[in-house]
């Protein structure tokens, strides 16, 4: 099983957008939940916004609805998170993590720490300076 790997990133001014990639590999036609996560100094890691694959729709933290659209391409089995009107507060290092067994994009928004075999990407880092 490969693990995901994040592209983009990098450090902007408040107010500014910026986008973020994750490559996955290693599933084929299985569905799977897949999902952006942050991390800032000092805090506890927290979910920003999963799909899951066999189904519509896309889950966000409240604290991004609005201005972050996550997006899959399909057929290249990537997924992008669009970062618009970013704030100090978005800074850290954002994970994209991926997992088979998934009961849905809501379950996996809110179960993610509990899910089995997650696989977790290196990492890339946001920072939004005010």
């Known amino acids: 099983q490969a693990r995901p790997v994040e592209t983009g990133g990098g450090s902007v001014q408040a107010g500014g957008s910026l986008r973020i990639s994750c490559a996955v590999s290693?599933?084929?036609?299985?569905?799977?939940?897949m999902g952006w996560f942050r991390q800032a100094p000092g805090k506890e890691r927290e979910a920003v916004a999963v799909?899951?694959?066999?189904?519509?729709?896309?889950r966000y933290t409240d604290s991004v609805k609005g201005r972050f659209t996550l997006s899959q391409d399909g057929a290249k089995n990537t997924f992008a998170l669009q970062m618009n009107s970013l704030q100090p507060e978005d800074s850290g290092t954002y994970y994209c993590?991926?997992?088979?067994?998934?009961?849905?994009?809501?379950?996996?928004?809110?179960?993610?720490?509990?899910?089995?075999?997650?696989?977790w990407g290196q990492g890339t880092q946001v920072t939004v300076s005010s």
């Open positions: 290693g599933y084929g036609q299985t569905r799977y939940c």
């Open positions: 993590a991926t997992v088979r067994m998934c009961a849905g994009g809501s379950w996996f928004l809110i179960n993610w720490r509990g899910a089995t075999n997650v696989d």
């Open positions: 799909l899951y694959t066999g189904e519509r729709g896309e």
